[in-house]
């Protein structure tokens, strides 16, 4: 079996244990004599696999009994749109714009009401977050939105904004599960799964019950409201069964390795080791202010497009495959999420020193 | 290797090959060194997938030059809000109902503007298909909404309505790919994958091109505007890669197996066969009339909800696994699609030969 290092920003490296299981029960989960794909989500067999995936998660993050978790489809676009429609009760709401996505859903939220951007990195192209912690908020603003980290520039905001009491969204899809995270700071957290916890296809919601109400912009589709996930459990129609699964061995992996705090280590580790390199390269070059540096997409580049592009070509041949920046971006990225093990970077790094070397 | 033969309406039995090659590719797809779930969805690997599962698609059902094929998500639900949001222009739009789904369309429909019941059989629990020949139409209607085969009730629209020129919009998706289809007759054809298709979590679209406009319903969310899909080949945001992939391979089955055609002789001999002995059983009877039956749900019931209970429960334990009527319908429901086996159909018979000697 021919496996690469794989940096994809997303969809992004599974563990291979969660991969190894899947293959095995393809055409016969536990007895049950199907797949997983083939199962009625009505039925006995799935709705345990749901469920524990809901507990595991929930075990996992440890997440409030006052909070519902939901897997619903659409990826973060749609959490986009479906955040103003289901919070914005005032028509106002205040965005921090620390990059590409913060950005996209400030764009989305202007339909819904009146979003205001409170806070912006982009004088300085998104290479670092913007101050939380005096923020300029909204009188009767529904909520602050935030992006924990910034997927193509490869930012974390390592501080969880002073919101004076205002409600706080998050997505957090590209650092979710990376490391332990207070759910109880947040009214609401999405994260699509394709980059620490499954396939595209599903994304992750955390919502506190008290914002589950009827009263949404007008229009908004039936399956666009949270209440609805909520009160069917995710099954008011069928949902990405599938790839519910397959984040459900996820969790149990991530359980497996000690959970949050210990991933979060590991994640240090990698995350150090490739920074650590970088901060002495005389190559490559960080893309982003070492306070604000994401532990998962690591950005930087080499003095020109050229090195960059033979670069990711290179690298690519020596099994080293997606570390080519985000198209809006350029330059070059490695999303060490989860799965990507410790040697995966060591092997990288060492790469990159060979090519620095060669071609300095 | 243990299976059952599932007679789930969806998610439903796939083909074994489809099931044995993904079990192949889990972890190395084609020599990539990567599960498909893995893929970055903009790289070279994953866009042959993806390309190539639309040109499989758009062979077996012959769809005409001037129609888009999408990929998007959210199942029939979201379509049921997309289609209106996208294309009651005037704000007008009549439905043909003919059971559980089309009813559910039409009541989303009813926040974007006036829709209207024009034909409905209900009266007999839509155990029939209305008249479609002579239908009133509204005057200024944007499009006439359909639902060709309706899974709960097992009926088929096997006439397709006379909309004296108004654009069709059909719901197949529980018997899309069972037969051909002439695209070119409707306006837009959707179908969940999770019956004939492939797993839960990508729907599919089919939309005559000139109906791709910017002109939509306030605040609909951009993932909900079918231009937007089109103009990005359902790449706009990250797609279900993975599901699609596996509709893919189910595509390629097709037209391994002879096409559309082949398929639907193989449905008319499977249902044949069952529908042939409900009609001569003295213990179950049919539900739907004769010529509204659906060749891929089959409905039908004993003469008490005990007895129901008791076959669908000794027929698990024999083999035969997802037998009963949806929860909203009672009685008893086999669904046969595509990648039912006639072998199954016939042991489930058996079966019920024997259950019948035995009860009645």
Redesign the interface.
């Known amino acids: 079996?021919?496996?690469?290092f794989?940096f994809?920003?997303?969809?992004?490296?599974?563990p291979?244990p969660v991969?190894?299981e899947?293959?095995k029960d393809?055409?016969?989960y536990k007895?049950?004599?199907?797949?997983v794909?083939?199962?009625?989500?009505?039925?006995k067999v799935y709705d345990q696999i749901i469920v524990e995936a809901e507990a595991d998660l929930r075990k996992l993050l440890n997440v409030p009994a006052n909070y519902k978790i939901l897997f619903v489809?659409?990826?973060?676009?749609?959490q986009?749109?479906?955040v103003p429609?289901n919070l914005m009760k005032n028509k106002k709401a205040d965005y921090i714009i620390s990059g590409h996505w913060s950005k996209k859903a400030f764009e989305?939220a202007q339909?819904?009401g009146q979003a205001t951007a409170i806070a912006t990195s982009s004088d300085k192209k998104f290479t670092y977050v913007p101050a939380v912690k005096h923020l300029n908020i909204t009188p009767d603003a529904d909520y602050v939105y935030m992006c924990q980290n910034e997927t193509i520039h490869g930012n974390t905001m390592w501080e969880i904004p002073d919101t004076q009491g205002k409600l706080l969204v998050s997505d957090s899809s590209s650092c979710f599960l990376s490391e332990p995270l207070d759910v109880s700071r947040f009214g609401l957290i999405f994260a699509?799964a394709?980059k620490n916890v499954?396939?595209?296809?599903?994304t992750i919601v955390i919502i506190r019950e008290d914002l589950l109400t009827d009263e949404v912009?007008?229009?908004?589709?039936?399956?666009?409201r949270y209440k609805i996930h909520a009160e069917n459990n995710s099954m008011?129609?069928?949902?990405?069964?599938?790839?519910i699964y397959?984040c459900g061995l996820v969790f149990k992996w991530l359980l497996s390795i000690g959970g949050l705090e210990e991933m979060k280590k590991m994640n240090e580790k990698k995350a150090g080791y490739l920074y650590d390199y970088l901060d002495h390269s005389r190559l490559f070059k960080g893309l982003v202010e070492k306070k604000d540096r994401s532990l998962m997409n690591v950005t930087f580049k080499t003095p020109s497009e050229e090195m960059d592009d033979k670069f990711v070509k290179e690298a690519k041949a020596a099994?080293f495959?997606?570390l080519k920046g985000h198209?809006s971006l350029g330059g070059l990225r490695a999303s060490i999420y989860n799965a990507m093990p410790y040697e995966g970077v060591v092997a990288l790094v060492d790469f990159m020193k060979q090519f620095e070397a060669k071609n300095l």
């Open positions: 079996m021919h496996r690469v794989n994809s920003a997303g969809p992004a490296m599974l291979v991969l190894l899947a293959q393809m055409l016969d007895g049950s004599g199907m797949s794909m083939e199962m009625s989500h009505r039925s489809q659409g990826g973060g676009t749609q986009f749109a479906m429609m989305e339909m819904y699509g394709q499954g396939p595209a296809g599903v912009f007008p229009g908004t589709p039936t399956l666009m008011y129609n069928t949902p990405p069964c599938y790839a397959i099994g495959d997606n198209r």
